[in-house]
């Protein structure tokens, strides 16, 4: 029979029901910066991992349901990145949690992510405001026909000719998560001065991604070095604002060093 039960949206998924930080599911970064050839002790780049939380709830000390949205920033210097669904599901762990204060919840989640992370994380609650102008040129309407959705060819990037500081932008950013298989979706930015980048090389190129299996992390990671390796840039960051699944959405950002790191907002998709 087709029925529901007989079908994906039938079967059962464990979910927490108490405070777990073991949930939390560390992946060494390395494992994907070693194809890349970035070394750990000679990052080209900083930046971070900016995590926004819109279904963060738990229990006050009196055991009254309390409910928040929250950012929460993991360096790009940290060994491990965090594994979403894992992330997810920690956060789901404090639903029947007894916590005395904002203040308490926020320490414990910093603690343990810091902990899964390697390095210090911050949280803060609240979001940024959602802006509908991301003040950059949308390379999505150039009439280009395409043909190869992945790998990602960084033969395509090629920078030359006028000099010039500018923002191009692209929504048809996808990837697929390597555990799961399932599509991630963003929003990409490319914020940079130097030679003028071919914008057609550069939408292929980001189509290119649409069957890559790779964390996003990873995605800007490459985007980033392969930019960087074949357009010569004087300053370049490149972030990428994914849209929320299951009540998160991340937004790696990576930028040359001495760089100033872009403004925090979320778009309209987000």
Request: proline share 9%.
């Amino acid at each position: 029979m087709h029925t529901p039960e007989d079908s994906l949206l039938g079967r059962e998924v464990a979910y927490p029901q108490h405070y777990d930080p073991s949930l939390l599911f560390p992946i060494p970064r390395a494992q994907g910066r070693d194809e890349l050839g970035i070394r750990a002790d000679a990052l080209p780049f900083i930046g971070h991992d900016r995590w926004q939380g819109y279904e963060l709830g738990w229990l006050d000390g009196r055991g009254k349901p309390q409910v928040a949205t929250a950012v929460f920033e993991v360096p790009a210097t940290s060994p491990n990145l965090v594994e979403s669904k894992s992330f997810k599901l920690y956060l789901n762990s404090f639903n029947a949690h007894r916590v005395a204060s904002p203040d308490e919840l926020r320490a414990i989640i910093e603690r343990d992510l810091s902990t899964a992370a390697g390095a210090p994380v911050r949280m803060h609650f609240g979001l940024p405001p959602m802006h509908e102008d991301d003040g950059g040129v949308c390379i999505d309407g150039l009439d280009v026909a395409i043909d190869n959705y992945g790998p990602p060819d960084p033969s395509l990037l090629a920078g030359s000719g006028d000099d010039v500081e500018e923002t191009l932008v692209s929504h048809l950013l996808k990837s697929n998560c390597p555990v799961t298989g399932q599509p991630d979706w963003a929003t990409l930015l490319v914020r940079y001065s130097g030679p003028r980048i071919d914008r057609e090389g550069l939408l292929r190129y980001v189509v290119g991604f649409r069957d890559q299996r790779e964390f996003h992390e990873q995605c800007v990671e490459r985007i980033f070095v392969d930019v960087l390796a074949r357009c010569h840039p004087r300053a370049l960051s490149v972030e990428a604002r994914y849209t929320r699944r299951g009540g998160l959405d991340i937004n790696p950002v990576r930028a040359l060093p001495g760089s100033e790191l872009p403004e925090v907002w979320r778009t309209p998709r987000q």
